[in-house]
T-cell receptor, first 112, second 114 residues
Framework: EADIYQTPRYLVIGTGKKITLECSQT?????MYWYQQDPGMELHLIHY???????EKGDLSSESTVSRIRTEHFPLTLESARPSHTSQYLC???????????FGQGTRLTVV | AQSVTQLGSHVSVSEGALVLLRCNYS??????LFWYVQYPNQGLQLLLK??????LVKGINGFEAEFKKSETSFHLTKPSAHMSDAAEYFC????????????FGTGTLLAVQP
């Protein structure tokens, strides 16, 4: 069973609010990822990290930011939420070479 | 650039029937290929992966996939569908580089009819 957790699972928030989506893993994985998933669409990589103090933007441009101060923690922040940010956000972690990525259960964000 | 294409966003089969979910890839380097399954309101779970060893890969829950370089395909099959197989299935490709980034297809929603 994967030990990667995302909170909150569901979030409804007003336009302009600042939000942070939490992602934590207890497996000691060095690589962590954030994906954005819309219904009927592929998962788009928006951020990734090789390790502590390492973050990179993914293939899909996103207004969100991330940080990696501790190995186990990879939070995603939106400074000013907009309705276009409404989506499901999935966090994943991995270690080693071409190994299994473990996914959290996701955060479904709705901005009204 | 790498990409995967999943043919058929929705597939419906009867319980006990063959499951065939199609995935074609595009890659300029030898690809590493994956199938993931997502149950409602859950994250993704690895079904199986191809890493250039055997071309026929067996995964969990009775699923398997065959890597065919000549057809650039990695289709997922299961001989006999079960009601519990109803879920969304994603094909993904990685170049195995330092980032190990996964590029996903658009997914196929599998429905299993009793």
């Amino acid at each position: 069973e994967a030990d990667i957790y995302q909170t909150p699972r569901y979030l409804v928030i007003g336009t302009g609010k600042k939000i942070t989506l939490e992602c934590s893993q207890t497996m000691g994985h060095d690589k962590m990822y954030w994906y954005q998933q819309d219904p009927g669409m592929e998962l788009h990589l928006i951020h990734y990290s090789y390790g502590v103090n390492s973050t990179e933007k993914g293939d899909l441009s996103s207004e969100s930011t991330v940080s990696r101060i501790r190995t186990e923690h990879f939070p995603l922040t939106l400074e000013s939420a907009r309705p276009s940010h409404t989506s499901q956000y999935l966090c994943a972690s991995m270690t080693g070479f071409v190994s299994e990525a473990f996914f959290g259960q996701g955060t479904r964000l709705t901005v009204v | 650039a790498q990409s995967v294409t999943q043919l058929g966003s929705h597939v419906s089969v009867s319980e006990g029937a063959l499951v065939l979910l199609r995935c074609n890839y595009s890659s300029s380097v030898p690809p590493y290929l994956f199938w993931y399954v997502q149950y409602p309101n859950q994250g993704l779970q690895l079904l199986l992966k191809y890493t250039s060893a055997a071309t026929l890969v067996k995964g969990i829950n009775g699923f398997e996939a065959e890597f065919k370089k000549s057809e650039t395909s990695f289709h997922l099959t299961k001989p006999s569908a079960h009601m519990s197989d109803a879920a969304e299935y994603f094909c993904a490709v990685s170049d195995g580089g330092a980032t190990n980034k996964l590029i996903f297809g658009t997914g196929t929603l599998l429905a299993v009819q009793p």
